[in-house]
């Protein structure tokens, strides 16, 4: 029998291992997406293909992980000591084809008895546009794909496919840099899982790995219970798709009932020309983000805790991508989050927060740095408000939802490595969404250009509001307004545009929605805020009826 503290040693054990390829990972990578955002998912397997450790970073990559392993051992078949493989095919690797997917199998005297699985974007693998692709038609137009694709075989680089990167990249420095802290961070997990296999033995640790699954999912079936059950059905809009200027439908039905946990995304668009369709894996990731943080939030995760869940999307539509669809850029997982609140909020509204902000404003520029002579293309992921909750005021700015483990690019990195100077970087005034608890505030940054390049927005939620509850105010939407102050000044959302030197740009992203009625606030509330600059005293008084 085995007692319960071998049981935590040997799942801490685990969970400690994931953080250590985390660190090599950051500690050795080129790129500031991986070593300053985080945007990158780390997970540990057992020989089944269960998850039974995982490290923090992008949400939604950890629940793409899952999928994209199943794929890519599927694909491969035979493994063996010291190999590792690369997917980004997308329909497979669950995400779009710069979120490079490398796994490997670990052995203990002799045995597979895990997986390693580390997914983190590279820069540039040679597709029609440099930095990010906003709107492709195919698949084919996204870069070098790879199925699963052994790029060391017993511990040894396998040379060509190496140089298919490097001849493939207009940034092959980066990319083969970030390739090997990927190899790094594997041969850290790699040792650490077998240094547990051959202490405690391979029965051993099954058998414990069995338990920690069983409670996670009796911790899942139990949370489920507890939750209002019934059927809820929500809708929202992206903007576009990035090759027309036409909004595209979302709509998700949530259903709980008899210890299931249904996530469904019948009636939403078909697949569209642009590459915002979601790969099947990345809905389920989405859906398992959301179902995590209102069943288990404080569990560390494992295979059990996805037990009550069902995701559907009917292949070839919006959040179920198949061949040849392009599927570049990921935001409509993003936006589909909130979808899903959306739905439950209906059911539950004293439990739910309103929108945030809704989306997750991203730019990028992409340029030849002038001190170097070398291509550069740097992004951030700026900060919303998240919306009021039923007793207390959004935070904000803050990163999204779907990215609370991630962070925003610092300003020095990005003066530093692009051509972009920062004017301004302010909370505004006034953007959170009006309520008895207001959403949180967004962001203003102002941009100068100092260099020529492109200034790239990818960025879904400008269109349409974020949602309030229960008599709660939405704030105004995200903006991205290019050229502004000049006869050339347009708000545009996803858009690729050339800048020159002395041009500006200014991003104003959206702050939480409300929730409760604005004349029910504390006064001295609405007093606090005006004094810290949430909330100008104009809006105290027409808004709340509060003399500030």
Not at 26 to 55: C, K, M, Q
Not at 383 to 412: F, K, Y
Not at 430 to 444: I, K, P, Y
């Amino acid at each position: 029998m085995i007692d319960g503290a071998t049981v935590e040693v040997i799942r801490n054990h685990l969970v400690s291992a994931a953080e250590e390829m985390r660190a090599a990972l950051v500690r050795t990578a080129f790129n500031p997406v991986i070593y300053e955002v985080h945007d990158f998912g780390i997970s540990i397997y057992d020989r089944s293909l269960r998850l039974v450790a995982e490290s923090t970073g992008l949400s939604r990559f950890l629940g793409a992980n899952d999928y994209s392993i199943r794929k890519g051992v599927e694909y491969v078949g035979a493994m063996q000591q010291g190999d590792i493989f690369v997917l980004n095919y997308p329909y497979w690797n669950a995400a779009h084809s710069y979120d490079a997917t490398m796994f490997a199998p670990v052995f203990s005297q002799g045995e597979l008895v895990a997986y390693l699985c580390i997914r983190a974007h590279w820069m540039d693998l040679g597709a029609k546009d440099p930095g990010y692709v906003l709107d492709s038609t195919d698949m084919h137009q996204e870069g070098l794909i790879f199925p699963g694709t052994k790029v060391y075989s017993a511990g040894e680089p396998v040379r060509d496919v190496m140089e298919l990167i490097r001849f493939n990249s207009r940034m092959p420095a980066l990319v083969l840099g970030d390739f090997n802290a990927q190899v790094a961070a594997l041969r850290t997990g790699e040792r650490r899982v077998a240094e547990l296999f051959d202490r405690y033995t391979e029965p051993v640790v099954s058998d414990v790995v069995d338990r920690f699954v069983r409670a996670a999912e009796e911790s899942a079936a139990e949370a489920v219970a507890r939750l209002p059950q019934g059927s809820w059905t929500a809708e929202d809009w992206l903007d576009d798709d990035g090759v027309s200027e036409d909004p595209i439908l979302m709509r998700a039905t949530v259903t709980i009932k008899d210890g299931t946990f249904t996530v469904d995304f019948a009636g939403s668009s078909p697949a569209v020309p642009g590459p915002v369709n979601l790969p099947i894996g990345s809905t389920i990731a989405t859906c398992r983000v959301a179902f995590k943080a209102i069943t288990t939030p404080d569990e560390q995760t494992n295979a059990g805790h996805f037990a009550p869940l069902r995701v559907h999307a009917a292949s070839g539509t919006l959040f179920h991508a198949v061949y040849p669809a392009a599927t570049f850029t990921q935001w409509t997982g993003t936006v589909a989050l909130e979808l899903i609140y959306k739905a439950l909020a209906q059911g539950m509204p004293s439990q739910l927060p309103a929108s945030s902000g809704g989306d997750v404003p991203g730019f990028m520029m992409v340029g030849v740095h002038p001190d170097t002579g070398d291509m550069f293309a740097v992004s951030n992921n700026d900060p919303v408000g998240w919306g009021g909750s039923p007793d207390h005021d959004g935070i904000g700015p803050a990163n999204h939802l779907c990215q609370t483990q991630a962070r925003n690019t610092p300003v020095e990195v990005l003066e530093a490595k692009t051509g972009m100077f920062f004017e301004r970087v302010e909370v505004r005034t006034d953007s959170g969404g009006a309520g008895r608890f207001r959403g949180g505030c967004g962001l203003r940054r102002d941009i100068r250009f100092v260099t020529d390049g492109e200034f790239l927005s990818v960025i879904k939620k400008t269109k349409s509001a974020p949602w309030a509850l229960d008599g709660g105010r939405s704030p105004e939407p995200n903006q991205v307004v290019v050229f502004p102050g000049t006869d050339r000044e347009r708000r545009v959302s996803t858009k690729r545009t050339a800048v020159r030197a002395g041009d500006r740009v200014t991003l104003l992203t959206a702050g939480g929605g409300g929730h409760g009625d604005p004349g029910r606030r504390d006064p001295a509330a609405v007093r606090q805020d005006v004094q810290e600059g949430y909330v100008s005293s104009e809006a105290a008084r027409e808004v709340y009826g509060v003399i500030a």
